[in-house]
């Protein structure tokens, strides 16, 4: 039976088709927070703690079982934006605005696999075993065939060079764009910020 929603409910309905879903907002944050941690570890690991030691080994260890994790979220996030259209933004929004946040977004996507399969690429080079939490973890499947068993030291400097330099500086600069673009708008009368929180349009102003 069809069933016409009025009064709060009609604008419950209206503001959740102008808001992302809920599971999309809890992907977002959650992946935020865990990329912000796992750059701050792999930091740590490589620069401040001491090389060869119990202390580096373990930060290595989690950081590559939280980066598999990461990608695991990752790959569900796109296959959830696949199934569910994001909200249309705000309809005075400039051209030139639209198009450079699309592209900070399909940036984004582009990296949240990048990261993690460069670091499963580098692991993958290495002839010992990948360990996910304490469970076995296989291979980057054909990188060792693309790329060479064992490979030349200079394509894994190479590889690792774009893990932790390359990617990490496109990160950096497309994640500054986003949050300025995402606060200018929040103080130029076309708030957006609200469409990714649990918040009310009148709450988050
Ligand atoms: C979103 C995911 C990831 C991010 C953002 C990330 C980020 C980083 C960063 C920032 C560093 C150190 C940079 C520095 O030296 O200052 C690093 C190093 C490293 N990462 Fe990742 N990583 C990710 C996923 C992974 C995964 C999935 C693996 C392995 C399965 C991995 C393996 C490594 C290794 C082995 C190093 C040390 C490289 C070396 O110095 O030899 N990473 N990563
Ligand atoms: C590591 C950090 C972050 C990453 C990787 C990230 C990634 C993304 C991506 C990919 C989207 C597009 C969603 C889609 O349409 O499919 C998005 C949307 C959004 N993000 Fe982030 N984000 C991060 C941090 C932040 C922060 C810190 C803020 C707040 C200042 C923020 C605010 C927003 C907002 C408001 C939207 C919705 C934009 C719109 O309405 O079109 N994000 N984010």
Known sequence: MNSTPT???LNDVAEGRRRYATAAIWMHWTIAALLLIQIA???IM???LPDHTPSQRLAESIHISLGL???ILVVARIALRLTHRPPPLPADMPGWE???SGL???TFYLLMLAMPLTGWALVSLADHSISFWGLPWPHLPGIQAMLGNPAPKATRQAVKHIHVFILIWIFMAAWTLHVAGALKHQF???PVLWRMTWLRPSAAR
């Open 46 to 48: 490589n620069e401040v």
């Open 104 to 106: 900070v977004h399909f």
């Open 7 to 9: 009064g709060g409910k």
């Open 98 to 100: 639209r198009t450079l």
């Open 41 to 43: 570890l792999g930091w």
């Open 69 to 71: 994790t990461i990608l």
């Open 188 to 190: 130029d009368g076309r």
